[in-house]
């Protein structure tokens, strides 16, 4: 099976624009969430969706939304951009049900944004 | 909220030897711990996890190590070679489904 994809890897950004992310889960898998790490914070867990409907949510500002649509595909939206949103995007898949797969998480190549 | 504490930060130890990570949470709720890789520029790899049921669990080299009493799991890997160097972190889900908290991770560096 092809591994979790995420475009695009490397995105430049100013202050005060909005960009979105894109992550193609691997086949199959029902759950995609959204993680931001930083040197600071480490590994942060923005939101997770799973069939289409976002399930869980980190503590994030508003700023930061996302979707998920039929096929799985997910994508995040960070609007109006800080120098603090600079950061790596990973997001990761994960079947989503069932005892011995529900957390099991595939994580993407990630996309590294830089807001100047 | 859960509350997720990784020791040590850095930890070298010489190639062949045993390396300990721990990592203790505040949710007594909390019912799954991972534990991840991350090379330099790559992204994470689940290594290992344990359920809130089973108190060790053991793949080859790597084991992990639960105490629900105390709240704290524990990664170990013995004999350790160069290509174990990298940022390990834990993590502890709780409230179900993909409620994550991230330990802050360690760098580990195996010394040849």
């Known amino acids: 099976k092809a591994g979790v994809t995420q475009t695009p890897r490397y995105l430049i950004k100013t202050r005060g624009q909005q960009v979105t992310l894109s992550c193609s889960p691997i086949?199959?898998?029902?759950?995609v969430s959204w993680y931001q790490q930083t040197p600071g914070q480490g590994l942060q867990f923005l939101f997770e969706?799973?069939?289409?409907?976002?399930?869980n949510k980190g503590n994030f500002p508003g700023r930061f939304s996302g979707r998920q649509f039929s096929n799985s595909r997910s994508e995040m939206n960070v609007s109006t951009l800080e120098l603090g949103d600079s950061a790596l995007y990973l997001c990761a898949s994960s079947p989503g049900v069932g005892w011995g797969t529900l957390y099991e998480q595939y994580f993407g190549p990630g996309t590294r944004l830089t807001v100047t | 909220g859960e509350n997720v504490e990784q020791h040590p930060s850095t930890l070298s130890v010489q190639e062949g030897d045993s390396a300990v990570i721990k990592c203790t949470y505040s949710?007594?709720?909390?019912?799954?711990f991972p534990w991840y890789k991350q090379e330099l520029g790559k992204r994470p790899q689940l290594i290992i996890d344990i359920r809130s049921n089973v108190g060790e669990k053991k793949d080859q080299r790597i084991a992990v190590t639960l105490n629900k009493t105390a709240k704290h799991f524990s990664l170990h890997i013995t004999e350790t070679q160069p290509e174990d160097s990298a940022v390990y972190f834990c993590?502890?889900?709780?409230?179900?489904?993909?409620?994550?908290?991230f330990g802050t991770g360690t760098k580990l560096q195996v010394i040849p």
């Open positions: 086949s199959g898998h029902r759950s």
């Open positions: 969706y799973f069939s289409e409907t976002q399930r």
């Open positions: 993590a502890v889900y709780s409230g179900g489904y993909q409620k994550v908290t």
């Open positions: 949710d007594s709720a909390s019912n799954y």
